[in-house]
């Protein structure tokens, strides 16, 4: 879908090319008699003259043609970058939703040397280039020797390699000790912590086997560590009924307490809860807290703390490369391609959120990374997506299509499918009429840029005193 298509969002008229998500707004007074209906339009269906038409096609034509091609495909030919790393299927919590997870008696775990096999070859692929490794699980920290030698050998073939390693490990918070915290610390981890927010929500479902409330355990980690909870963990969010409504006050709680941001990962129906949708939330519940949190953003409440929910979709509107794998925008779904995930019995997917009936490309260590990037099942992804539906969405461009792992190649999951339809052209509307969003996606770029620096300086002044004192 190449033509450019118009969307009425009460004060304001958006032109967006559905094919490349370019898109530009106008003030819907200076256009028409009469407010319009919020529809979507073709050029000939906007209910304005016939000259007033071909001059907006024209501004229109000019605007988006100064933003590129109308036919570019946004420049995403990233190749492999990330790899996920499922030390383990066990986990001593026993979260109700957990969609992977094992007691710890009947744990899988992945073998050390397997899994350095695989890292080695992921590592020099992207020589001169920059790779990430996340550390997942289960619960990862179980296996806090086995994380920590693949770090130090993980650093080691990154030198040899010309590659600017990033380490990420993902947890539920509750496992931290000094020798973890320092070791995290030193290799410059980014942290995620798994917590449905304040003790009254994330304990009806963040559990421990007697059913009693984990929230406890990451307020004790977090009095004791604050320091670096705060500089390198940021929170995940599971959205369930029970979560959704209050996403403002969970963001607010966790931006009290100082942490980098916050982001909402997806509900999954699997693992424990397989095919159980009864947990998700609604569209209506859903968008209204998102929208809450616009509001919020808009009125100075956050800035600088990184709200995904907002945030990524603020990202793929304002910046055309939309490097985020999981909302790709006019580029192709990351799984299989920039990114592949190990799982604990060493089974590779293509995305940890994939079946393995459908989508195992591999094994460790039988399989070689370049078959499983090249395997029927990863490039299936790229052949199929997007999905037939999302190729008559104007906001295809811009939203990419929602996750594979919530639905099929071939069926969306409709949630947020309806949702993003909603959020994307409000977003669009209230960037036009002020620059409160635009100040917040940039205020929040600059402090993650700012922690790199951070980073690099504390890496490279380590590494000239070392030399100094040899």
């Known amino acids: 879908m190449t033509e450019t298509r118009y969307i009425t969002r009460r004060d304001v008229l958006i032109a967006i090319q559905p094919s490349s998500g370019r898109w530009c707004s106008f003030d819907a007074a200076d256009l028409f008699p009469l407010p319009p209906a919020e529809r979507i339009w073709r050029l000939e269906e906007l209910p304005i003259a016939n000259p007033d038409r071909r001059e907006l096609a024209e501004l229109v034509e000019a605007t988006l043609a100064g933003q590129g091609?109308?036919?570019?495909?946004?420049?995403?030919?990233?190749?492999?970058?990330?790899?996920?790393?499922?030390?383990?299927?066990?986990?001593?919590?026993?979260?109700t939703y957990c969609y992977d997870h094992d007691q710890l008696d009947q744990a899988r775990n992945l073998d050390l040397e397997r899994t350095c096999a695989i890292v080695e070859q992921s590592i020099r692929s992207a020589s001169g280039?920059?790779?990430?490794?996340?550390?997942?699980?289960?619960?990862?920290?179980?296996?806090?020797?086995f994380v920590r030698e693949v770090t130090e050998f993980a650093r080691s073939v990154a030198r040899e390699a010309n590659v600017r390693l990033f380490f990420k490990l993902q947890t539920h918070g509750g496992m931290f000790d000094d020798?973890?915290?320092?070791?995290?610390?030193?290799?410059?981890?980014?942290?995620?912590?798994?917590?449905?927010?304040?003790?009254?929500i994330n304990d009806l479902h963040r559990v421990l086997k007697d059913g009693s409330g984990t929230y406890h355990r990451f307020e004790s980690a977090y009095h004791r560590y604050r320091s670096f909870m705060s500089r390198r963990c940021g929170i995940v969010t599971t959205p369930?009924?029970?979560?959704?409504?209050?996403?403002?006050?969970?963001?607010?709680?966790?931006?009290?307490?100082?942490?980098?941001?916050?982001?909402?990962?997806?509900?999954?129906?699997?693992?424990?809860?397989?095919?159980?949708?009864?947990?998700?939330?609604?569209?209506?519940?859903?968008?209204?807290?998102?929208?809450?949190?616009?509001?919020a953003i808009e009125e100075g409440e956050f800035d600088r703390f990184r709200i995904d929910p907002v945030f990524s979709h603020l990202g793929n509107l304002l910046s055309p490369e939309r490097t985020n794998m999981c909302k790709p925008g006019n580029n192709p779904c990351g799984a299989g391609r920039r990114f592949l995930s190990i799982e604990a019995d060493g089974t590779v997917l293509p995305c940890d959120t994939l079946s393995r009936e459908e989508f195992t490309v591999g094994s460790i260590p039988e399989s070689r990374l370049r078959e499983m990037l090249d395997h029927?099942?990863?490039?299936?992804?790229?052949?199929?997506?997007?999905?037939?539906?999302?190729?008559?969405?104007?906001?295809?461009?811009?939203?990419?299509?929602?996750?594979?792992?919530?639905?099929s190649l071939t069926e969306n999951r409709p949630l947020l499918c309806n949702a993003y339809k909603r959020i994307y052209p409000e977003l669009m509307r209230r960037l036009h009429l002020s620059d409160r969003l635009l100040d917040y996606f940039t205020g929040c770029m600059e402090e993650e840029d700012r922690l790199l620096r951070l980073d690099t300086e504390e890496r490279d002044g380590s590494h000239h005193h070392t030399t100094g004192l040899a």
Request: charged share 25%; glycine share 10%; aromatic share 10%.
């Open 240 to 295: 369930t009924i029970y979560s959704a409504e209050h996403f403002l006050a969970i963001a607010r709680h966790f931006h009290a307490m100082g942490f980098r941001g916050w982001r909402t990962t997806n509900y999954l129906a699997i693992g424990r809860v397989l095919d159980d949708w009864r947990l998700e939330t609604g569209e209506e519940t859903y968008v209204a807290s998102v929208m809450a949190l616009i509001d």
């Open 69 to 95: 091609a109308a036919d570019d495909d946004g420049g995403d030919h990233r190749s492999f970058e990330y790899l996920l790393i499922k030390c383990t299927s066990a986990c001593n919590y026993h979260c």
């Open 376 to 407: 029927p099942n990863a490039l299936k992804i790229a052949h199929s997506l997007p999905r037939s539906s999302c190729r008559q969405c104007v906001l295809l461009g811009v939203c990419g299509g929602t996750c594979l792992g919530l639905s």
């Open 179 to 200: 020798e973890i915290v320092e070791f995290l610390d030193e290799n410059e981890f980014f942290v995620g912590i798994s917590i449905d927010g304040p003790r009254e």
């Open 129 to 145: 280039r920059s790779f990430t490794l996340l550390f997942h699980g289960g619960e990862p920290l179980i296996r806090k020797r």
